[in-house]
């Protein structure tokens, strides 16, 4: 913990770079982890087959019966991590959140340098007309939901196995990725491309990683720390903002 205190007290351009470790401590299953979402069977289908673009045209009633029993945590509050980022972002010193996650817990906490890889469960659009739908919205709906004002199915603005994320985004973030000089990868497996390559885009001074097991990125780091990452960054001795 003192290595990563004064890290973060020397860096003056940190971009941190999150995964579904991230969120555990606000009671958000992780994906990969002995007990996550994806150690699970549902039939003969897997997760990642029941979240794809695929199934979801196929089958879009199944597709809901699943996004709303397993993505939706409405429930969910900021962890010590997430209020840790927005103090460094009020401190001027964090000049990005690169996040796969699509719990919107980061905007929660008052984070304004987001970059959504794979969207956000707190946004939906109608396929059809474009209509805005937010996810207390989508809560009170039930099957497929359809917007009331054409009829057309509201989909979630999040990435399906098989879709591109939004390639703007990408930009943005493998421009603060290229420009930081202090990189912390925390809670993810850096598994799911094609945001697992965007650390390559980093050549700055220090790469910190926090995470219960082993990364791609380990050997590369300059500080490698195992454990949660709430309670991790949550120690950081951060002033009040």
């Not at 770079?17 to 996550?36: L, M």
């Not at 009020?90 to 906490?109: E, F, S, W």
């Amino acid at each position: 913990m003192r290595s990563l205190q004064e890290i973060i007290d020397k860096g003056r351009r940190i971009v941190f770079f999150g995964g579904a470790g991230v969120s555990t401590a606000s009671g958000i299953p992780d994906f990969r982890g002995e007990n996550g979402l994806y150690r699970q069977k549902y039939g003969e289908l897997t997760p990642e087959m029941m979240l794809s673009a695929s199934f979801f045209y196929l089958h879009p009633d199944r597709f809901f019966e699943f996004y709303r029993e397993h993505m939706l945590h409405p429930e969910a509050k900021p962890n010590a991590a997430h209020w840790a980022l927005y103090k460094l972002e009020r401190m001027g010193k964090l000049r990005g959140v690169v996040t796969q996650n699509i719990d919107g817990l980061h905007r929660m906490a008052g984070n304004r340098l987001v970059y959504e890889l794979h969207g956000s469960v707190h946004e939906n659009y109608c396929m059809d007309c474009n209509r805005q739908y937010d996810l207390n919205w989508l809560l009170h709906t039930e099957g497929v939901p359809r917007c009331p004002k054409c009829g057309g199915v509201v989909k979630p603005y999040v990435v399906l196995y098989g879709e591109a994320p939004d390639k703007y985004t990408c930009m943005g973030a493998c421009r603060e990725i290229s420009n930081c000089d202090v990189l912390i990868v925390a809670g993810t497996s850096l598994a799911v491309e094609p945001a697992a390559s965007f650390i390559d885009y980093f050549h700055g001074r220090e790469l910190v990683v926090i995470n219960n097991e082993e990364t791609k990125a380990d050997e590369r780091a300059t500080l490698t720390l195992r454990g949660d990452v709430s309670q991790i960054m949550g120690d950081l001795n951060l002033p009040e903002v």
